[in-house]
């Protein structure tokens, strides 16, 4: 017994050891990456600064490198889309709701039932085949394909039949791929 207790010690020991070791390590890894941090802080900020310098010079035409000049050039269109761009997203958050533009309009891709049309029994599933029956839904008598809309395009799937979308690429219905 005492060497179960005495191993399970030394066990617990060892643990205690490589948790302190491991919490040490992650301290001196964090104060170096804290270290590097600011060092990448001072180097940017001197970069920024070389780049004002050489953003004022080339305003007022003093810049002789070619290179800076180009750079210079291509920050400064940047800096003229970018007040464009800005600009644009203020008038789109100005605009005002056009409320008698946007009124409802006749849906595309539903037609209510004709008035000749049975109504399914409540456990029909459309599309498959009822209890007792091979058939499909062409055959359930409580079934109807849906019936183009006002406005609708003559073209129905190939596979399902159902009405498509003008330039549709997929049927919603079964999700044919269509071209």
């Known amino acids: 017994m005492s060497d179960f207790i005495s191993s399970a010690k030394n066990f617990v020991n060892s643990a205690v050891s490589r948790t ?18 600011k060092l ?19 305003q007022q035409g003093s810049l002789t490198d070619s290179q800076l000049s180009r750079l210079c050039a291509s920050i400064f269109e940047l800096d003229h889309d970018l007040r464009s761009r800005e600009t644009q997203l203020q008038e789109a958050k100005n605009e005002a709701y056009p409320a008698d533009q946007f ?35 062409s055959s359930n008598p409580g079934y109807s394909q849906p019936q183009p809309g006002p406005g609708a395009g003559s073209d129905r799937c190939p596979q399902c039949g159902n009405p498509l979308r003008p330039n549709a690429l997929y049927c919603r219905s079964c999700g044919a791929k269509l071209r």
């Open 40 to 58: 990448l802080e001072q180097r940017q900020r001197l970069m920024d600064e070389l780049g004002q310098v050489a953003m004022n010079l080339y």
């Open 103 to 137: 009124a409802p309009g006749p849906t595309m891709n539903y037609a209510p039932p004709s008035p000749n049309t049975q109504t399914p029994p409540p456990n029909a599933s459309y599309g498959q085949p009822q209890p007792g029956s091979s058939a499909g839904p």
């Open 20 to 37: 302190s070791w491991e919490a040490q390590k992650q301290l001196r890894v964090r104060n170096k990456q804290s270290e590097i941090d």
